[in-house]
Every structure is written in structure tokens, then in C-alpha cells.
């Protein structure tokens, strides 16, 4: 399955989740909804240097897709 990290008051996520949300293939996972949700993506950006770019222009870096691999 394929991680989706969006937030709800995120333009760019809006779209994204229109496309995916009755697709079994995606688990949209809104990281303003729980502070576990947040936690798990602040783990994944701070320590995977694919977000390197995203952080240096001081972005947060959703939609995000983690992919199972």
C-alpha cells in the first residue's frame, strides 16, 4: 500500500486526495488530524535525504507518497 501524507488546509494535498481517496492501492494520511500522524512524518523528512531540497527551501513537504519499498 502506498502512504499518502497530506494535510486538509494544504492546496497542492486537496487534489491529491480527490484522486486517490477510493483507491485501495492508497491510506491517505493527514498529519494535521493527530499529532501521531504528524510525528510519523517529521521521523520520515528529517531523516530521508529526498527531503533535503524540500527543507532547504523552508517548504514542509506534503503530498508526500511513501512507497512500500
Do not use: Y
Amino acid at each position: 500500500m502506498i502512504k499518502v501524507f497530506v494535510m486538509n488546509t494544504c492546496p497542492d494535498c486537496e487534489s491529491i486526495e480527490m484522486q486517490v481517496k477510493h483507491d485501495s492501492r492508497f491510506e491517505l494520511i493527514d498529519i494535521g488530524k493527530h499529532i501521531r500522524n504528524l510525528k510519523l512524518f517529521l521521523k520520515l523528512r528529517d531523516s530521508l535525504p529526498a527531503f533535503d531540497k524540500v527543507k532547504k527551501r523552508g517548504a514542509v513537504g506534503v503530498p508526500c507518497f511513501l512507497l512500500d519499498d
